[in-house]
């Protein structure tokens, strides 16, 4: 919203009569986090679990002496697969 639009919306509300309820209320609203929010969220933690299993790979991998995969070799593999 532009900013004439919230001072609008803001002076709306202030013209209302609103009991302590009906404040609390329109507060929890304005406070309860979107669906994109919660979308960015859930995002985050999927990439945030994935790193955390690729670097556990990745330690287990080197401790048992096994040849890791290049950046360059696995891009190899998804324009094989025709992913890229």
């Known amino acids: 919203m532009t900013t004439f639009a919230l001072n609008n919306l803001w002076t709306y509300i202030q013209?209302?009569?609103?009991a302590r309820a009906d404040r609390e209320w329109l507060a929890s609203k304005l406070m309860e986090p979107s669906a994109d929010e919660i979308e960015t969220k859930r995002q985050q933690e999927f990439v945030k679990d994935s790193l955390y299993r690729a670097l556990d790979g990745f330690?287990?991998?080197?401790r048992?002496?096994?040849?890791?995969?290049?950046?360059d070799e696995f891009l190899g593999e998804?324009?094989?697969?025709?992913i890229k």
Request: no cysteine; glycine share 14%.
């Open 64 to 71: 048992e002496g096994r040849k890791l995969t290049t950046i």
């Open 15 to 18: 013209g209302l009569t609103l």
């Open 59 to 62: 330690e287990a991998a080197k």
């Open 78 to 82: 998804l324009e094989k697969e025709g």
